[in-house]
Nanobody
Framework: QVQLVESGGGSVQAGGSLRLSCAAS????????MGWFRQAPGKGREGVAA???????TYADSVKGRFTISQDNAKNTLYLQMNSLKPEDTAMYYC???????????????????WGQGTQVTVSS
């Protein structure tokens, strides 16, 4: 079955960097759209970035220019490089997968079928 396992979270100071990874298995990775989502305490889950099977990417305005999504199809692994981190980036980060999604809906959580368990990112000021 589809399995997504995130890693790479941790605690950093504002201005620091982290790289999240998501190891995927159980399906043809390269044919899916992959996304990163996050959920802060007391808030709903929001889309952060997504990358489709053709390599095209979508970012939330709040992370543009600071976060970069990428993937290694040979390793079935999704990445999120996070630079210039801010305290408001503190959240549980999840990776997700879906077979097909229109580009304008890539950051909608209801478009994704498979989810990882999450990895915590904490940014202190």
């Amino acid at each position: 079955q589809v399995q997504l396992v995130e890693s790479g979270g941790g605690s950093v100071q504002a201005g620091g960097s982290l790289r999240l990874s998501c190891a995927a298995s159980g399906y043809t990775y390269s044919s899916y759209c992959m996304g990163w989502f996050r959920q802060a305490p007391g808030k709903g889950r929001e889309g952060v970035a997504a990358i489709d099977s053709d390599g095209s990417t979508t970012y939330a305005d709040s992370v543009k220019g600071r976060f970069t999504i990428s993937q290694d199809n040979a390793k079935n692994t999704l990445y999120l490089q996070m630079n210039s981190l801010k305290p408001e980036d503190t959240a549980m980060y999840y990776c997700a997968a879906t077979r097909s999604v229109p580009w304008y809906r890539r950051l909608r959580e209801d478009e994704y079928n498979y989810w990882g368990q999450g990895t915590q990112v904490t940014v202190s000021s």
